[in-house]
């Protein structure tokens, strides 16, 4: 993704890559970050941008100084990243990946694909991934829907093998995967396993339907990145990040994996098919 902000966005807003704009890459997408390294400072950069809620948090721990651009954050009010949508505070802003509702769209979609689903486990890790939103959304649509809700933490491999594991024996049982940092490192274990399991399972990111899962369902993230730096020219430019609000996805893009599918004998109804942005085959 940040390759796509570096050839294509930055253009766009009339930044040439080499004059005014340096790229510095570093930090790992892991659950626990470092102090900031020392070689990112000696960059002393004009503004930097974040990818991940916990880069994004230890961005704000290091420096109240140097503007930050957030791309893809799920609750950055929640994780107290910033202090409101409208006015952020500080020296951070950018462009949240999902909001609430569209938790309720996941459970539609496992319904959908597979009518006779009756309970769907809800599987992310208590860490980094943003339940405290998606979970009360998925519990108060779920009745509707004729669905039980059962969440899933997990904090490494094996608890994800093993809770898989479990609720496929539970009688007709999906999965929805949250969006987070461990859930996208592990989405090739989760979504082997489900497929093993013949889990029909549904998640928010792109990277989840490219690596197995039935379908993806969620923000345009290369759209984000290309708006991300518009906020990164207007800073540059002289505005404070105080002063530009979050922005919310306006834009979310359905995936199918169709081997994923046909691996477990599904009939994908043509309502699903009609609706896809991208059909993996």
């Known amino acids: ?115 006779v689903t009756s309970r769907i486990g809800v599987i992310y890790n208590l860490k980094t991934a943003p339940y405290s939103i998606f979970l009360p959304a998925m519990q108060e649509i779920a009745p509707s829907l004729g669905i039980a809700i059962e969440p899933m933490p997990v904090a490494d491999q094996a608890e994800i093998e093993r809770a898989v594991a479990a609720l496929a024996h539970q009688p007709h049982a999906g999965l929805v995967a949250l969006p987070d940092v461990f859930m996208t490192n592990n989405s090739n274990l989760l979504f082997a396993s489900a497929l093993q399991a013949r889990l029909p399972t549904v998640g928010p990111l792109r990277s989840f339907a490219e690596n197995g899962a039935l379908v993806s369902y969620g923000s345009d993230f290369v759209g984000l990145f290309h708006q991300s730096a518009s906020y990164v020219d207007r800073i540059l430019r002289g505005e404070e990040p105080s002063a530009l609000p979050v922005q919310e996805p306006t834009r979310y893009e359905l995936i199918l994996n169709l081997k994923t599918a046909k691996a477990m004998t599904l009939t994908v109804p043509q309502t699903v098919l009609a609706r896809a942005d991208e059909v993996i085959e």
């Open 1 to 115: 993704m940040l390759w796509r902000f570096r050839r294509g966005s930055p253009r766009q807003v009339g930044a040439k890559e080499g004059s005014f704009l340096k790229f510095a890459g570093g930090l790992q997408t892991r659950i626990e970050l470092a102090p900031m390294p020392r070689s990112w400072w000696k960059l002393n950069p004009d503004v930097i941008l974040a990818t991940n809620t916990p880069t994004a948090r230890a961005l704000k721990l290091a420096t109240d100084a140097v503007p930050i651009v957030f791309a893809g954050l799920s609750d950055p009010v929640g994780d107290g990243i910033v202090a409101s949508l409208s006015k952020p505070g500080r020296n951070i802003t950018g462009f949240t990946s999902f909001n609430a509702p569209i938790a309720g769209k996941w459970l539609e979609l496992v319904k959908e694909l597979s009518p």
